[in-house]
């Protein structure tokens, strides 16, 4: 047994038992629901579901409407973004070996990597990035999440 959060257990399987925890992804949904929270993972950890972080970020990122102070479960880490006009931003499923997470859109997480660079290694970062998200982007949906920047 694990415990990411007071109050909330996670059953931690044996090919887990070096992390001391479940993977991020996998337990997020079900604390988000025992929070009753809205959130969504973005910035890096969004970009590697996107298939474009070429380097495995150190902490899973979400994206909450208030802040929520970090996880650490073991090896396991959880940062918390708070994220103005949340409920407009798009979002798309993923599956995970426990169900399914909610992931900002590539076009989503293109403008949270430029909103909130800071959070994503600085722009040097977030220029290769995005350069390995370019394929994958539809100019009307950037052009529909761009609406939900952070910034103008």
Known sequence: MASPARGFYVIVPPEYERLGSLPADQFIPALMEWRKTRYYAGLL????????????PQEFQVMVEKNQRPIECRSVRVSFVARKKMRAVPMQSFNTPRGTISVSTVEATAVDLVGYA?????????????????????????TAAAKTAPLP
């Open 118 to 142: 800071h959070h994503a290694r600085g722009f040097d970062q977030v220029a290769t990035i995005l350069g390995e998200l370019t394929e994958k982007i539809d100019p009307k949906r950037l």
């Open 45 to 56: 950890s969004a970009a590697q579901y996107h298939g474009a972080a070429h380097q495995r």
